[in-house]
């Protein structure tokens, strides 16, 4: 991984043969830990809540390298044999075991290419798949049946990544997993980023909505009733679907209304309220919207803001 190098700036942005530019928004300490990491020889993992930006940050590393990318999805049904690869059954019938008839899997395509090997989840693939992984960090190579020995190429790196406040469908991450990795934690970004993230992601809209958009989101993560709140895509989600409505509707994007009612759809199902909690997530939505847009206008309010060419004040508050 010696051809890595630092990208530049706060919001930096990495590149691949023929691009496209994937940008990394306000993780510049981020980008320069993990490549440091590859750098050296190290197999990471990277720890933090959906939504902020492990996947984008990975891929830009590897393609700011010119570094090929496999990527893997952890889940329960992760057995060895699919992360391996296997022999095709009529290629064997025909010419038998050998390098001609196994069909490689991602962990073999990532060995043979020097790839960085993404395995998403990690916490969620079962304990026999991760001591395939165990072996391949500690000894760099694997041994498969019936193929041999398959080297891992110069460049190969493991890259993990987990949600370390999920406790549903997951396992604890074993200390021997640890002592082979070196460990990057990612907490969600800053306002002034995550708002950069939508104007991104999202259709260019009025600011000051797009800013009280963003600190609805936010306020979703430290609600006294909200066990776990909602990450930056609930806030382009929320923006796409305002867009959408008022549209449809016939009105500003700033209309009240609209978002509300996108708020409710893009954020109800993402929060996890507490145990303790007897609200519904509509409700606690509901608190959180008209903290940042006002109360609910009444007609009279809402015949006033139609007379202004922009619909009166973001959010019709």
């Not at 190429?153 to 002592?179: H, K, Q, W």
Request: hydrophobic letters at 40%; glycine letters at 10%; charged letters at 25%.
């Amino acid at each position: 991984m010696s051809q890595l190098s630092t990208l530049p700036g706060p919001d930096a942005t990495a590149s691949g043969p023929g691009d496209p530019v994937t940008p990394v928004v306000g993780r510049a300490r981020e980008v320069e830990l993990l490549v440091a990491a590859l750098d050296s020889g190290a197999h990471v993992v990277l720890e933090g809540p959906p939504g902020t930006g492990k996947t984008t940050l990975l891929r830009a590393v590897a393609e700011e390298a010119h570094s090929a990318f496999v990527f893997v999805e952890g889940n329960a049904e992760l057995t060895p044999a699919r992360l391996i690869g296997h022999f095709d059954p009529a290629q064997v019938l025909e010419h038998g075991y050998g390098p001609e008839t196994f069909v490689d899997g991602p962990l073999v395509e990532a060995l043979r290419l020097g790839a960085l090997l993404y395995v998403e989840e990690v916490n969620r693939i079962p304990e026999e798949t991760l001591n395939v992984l165990i072996t391949v960090m500690s000894e760099g190579e694997l041994h498969v049946p019936r193929l041999g020995r398959v080297a891992a190429a110069r460049e190969f790196r493991l890259v993990a990544a987990m949600n370390p406040f999920d406790a549903v469908g997951t396992a604890r991450i074993s200390s021997a997993v640890y002592d082979r990795v070196c460990r990057i934690t990612m907490g969600y970004q800053g306002a002034d980023d995550e708002a950069a993230i939508v104007d991104l992601k999202a259709p260019a809209l009025d600011e000051e909505w797009r800013t009280r958009v963003v600190a609805l989101v936010r306020g979703t993560r430290e609600h006294a009733d909200v066990r776990v709140g909602s990450s930056v895509r609930g806030a382009i989600d929320l923006t796409r679907l305002a867009v959408s409505l008022a549209g449809r509707r016939g009105v500003p994007t700033t209309d009240w209304h609209v978002g509300l009612d996108a708020a409710l759809v893009a954020l109800s199902g993402r929060i996890r309220l507490t145990e303790s909690c007897t609200r519904s997530p509509e409700a606690v939505v509901r608190e959180l919207y008209e903290a940042q847009f006002g109360a609910e206008p009444t007609p009279d309010t809402d015949d006033d803001a139609s007379d202004d060419e922009g619909g009166g004040a973001p959010g019709g508050a």
